[in-house]
């Protein structure tokens, strides 16, 4: 029973930045990967960048070099800075939590609009 809630979301204008978080409540199996999804409407859910329990990191290609996502694993939180935004990261972001026993949980997702 694993419950991922994000926060952080909203309408910024492009090249703004935001900080999303989430939070995972329940209980926790230690080695985990947290990551960032986001969805588009009419599009598919894909990866934006996922973190290991130790610390390693993959970012899709189109977020390398203005997203950086972090984890405190005391907090069980994952973090996704975003800089430099553009409209076309404009999507609902997903929070996804995933362990070794094979447990997988979304959040409720936070919109995220880039517009002027």
Request: hydrophobic residues 35%.
């Amino acid at each position: 029973q694993v419950q991922p809630v994000e926060s952080g979301g909203g309408l910024v204008q492009p090249g703004g930045s935001l900080r999303l978080s989430c939070t995972v409540s329940g209980i926790i199996f230690s080695l985990n990967t947290m990551g960032w999804y986001r969805q588009a409407p009419g599009k598919q859910r894909d990866l934006v960048a996922s973190i290991t329990r130790a610390g390693s990191i993959n970012y899709a290609d189109s977020v390398k070099g203005r997203f950086t996502i972090s984890r405190d694993n005391a907090k069980n939180t994952v973090y996704l800075q975003m800089n430099s935004l553009k409209p076309d990261d404009t999507a609902v972001y997903y929070c996804n939590y995933a362990d070794v026993a094979g447990r997988s949980a979304w959040g409720q997702g936070t919109q995220v609009t880039v517009s002027s």
